[in-house]
């Protein structure tokens, strides 16, 4: 591979820490390159709210990362690809890529069975998972499930052994494991922590897809034939920003990231409500 002189960072944004599963995909995909992430904590979940809401508020975090001058915005929130891809993408000067068209692709690749999903309820009541699935296969059967209390959850640190997280998959995977699909969409950026007991619950005749590590590859390959990549190997830096509690998100960083964070600093939602 030709490794270019590009040092520009990637720019990364979720809803609070679960987009920081991405990161450690992105990581794991490009070691050398930098990013700068926005975890928007003080109005997490994004997933309850109006997709208008969500729109705006999706807006707002691309433009403060647009001052950091990024070679490419990925957009981690499932809820915000849902209901700002196509403003975000006409807003921002740098491609952008979400986690849910390359999470549809790996999962249609994965299987000729059934797909489920599992997201927010915003993501899912955007339909853009079904919506997605079915025009790269209109016959193949969907069922999409809402699990509003997997963000808070994974958020409060709970493991994956923990009788509360066994109680409540138990009753939002109940008619998922009665379809048998072929493939599960993890359709949140906090999934991929509770994969383990998700897997148990679906079986191994179910393959569990990580929108964000299928982002991540379509970024790698994208930086890769564009001449974009970071001329270094290994040593990327991250750089964080919260508009909640920067030292509760650093405590919490390196469980979602599965890395060292390097800096965390506060931006608040008056900032961001001036720049979009």
Same mark, same amino acid.
């Given at each position: ?6 040092? =520009? +960072? ?8 679960? #987009?920081?599963?991405?990161? &450690? ?35 707002? @975090? ?22 700002? /891809?196509? $403003? ?17 692709? !790996?999962?249609?690749? $994965?299987?000729?069975?059934? /797909?489920?999903? /599992? ?12 919506? !997605? /699935? ?13 699990? +509003? ?24 995977? &109940?008619?998922?494991?009665?379809? &048998?699909? #072929?493939?599960?969409?993890? #359709? ?10 998700? #897997? ?45 509690? +920067?030292? =509760? ?9 599965? &890395?060292?964070? @390097? ?14």
């Amino acid at each position: 591979m030709t490794h270019t002189t590009d040092n =520009r +960072p990637i720019a990364v944004f979720d809803s609070g820490l679960g #987009g920081l599963t991405v990161v &450690r995909n992105l990581t794991q995909a490009m070691a050398g390159e930098d990013i700068v992430y926005l975890g928007d904590s003080a109005r997490v979940p994004y997933g309850i709210k109006s997709l208008a809401t969500v729109r705006r508020f999706a807006l707002e @975090d691309a433009a403060f990362l647009r001052r950091f001058d990024p070679k490419l915005l990925v957009v981690a929130c499932n809820t915000a690809g849902a209901a700002a /891809i196509d $403003a975000l993408q006409a807003a921002f000067p740098a491609p952008v890529v979400d986690v849910i068209r390359p999470g549809v692709a !790996a999962a249609v690749a $994965a299987t000729a069975g059934g /797909i489920g999903v /599992i997201a927010t309820e915003a993501t899912i009541r955007s339909g853009a998972y079904q919506q !997605a /699935i079915h025009q790269a296969d209109p016959a193949r059967e969907v069922r999409a499930v809402a699990c +509003p209390l997997l963000v808070p959850i994974v958020e409060e640190g709970r493991p994956e052994d923990d009788p509360i997280v066994n109680h409540v998959l138990c009753d939002y995977l &109940r008619d998922l494991q009665r379809m &048998r699909p #072929g493939a599960l969409i993890l #359709g949140c950026t906090h999934y991929p922590l509770l994969a383990g007991a998700i #897997g148990k619950l679906m079986g191994p005749e179910t393959t569990l897809i990580n929108s964000g590590a299928a982002a991540a590859e379509e970024v790698r390959r994208y930086l890769s034939a564009a001449g974009l990549r970071n001329k270094r190997t290994t040593g990327g830096r991250l750089r964080c920003f919260t508009t909640d509690n +920067p030292q =509760r998100f650093a405590e919490l960083a390196e469980r979602f990231g599965g &890395r060292n964070v @390097d800096t965390v600093e506060y931006v608040g939602t008056d900032e961001l409500e001036t720049l979009s």
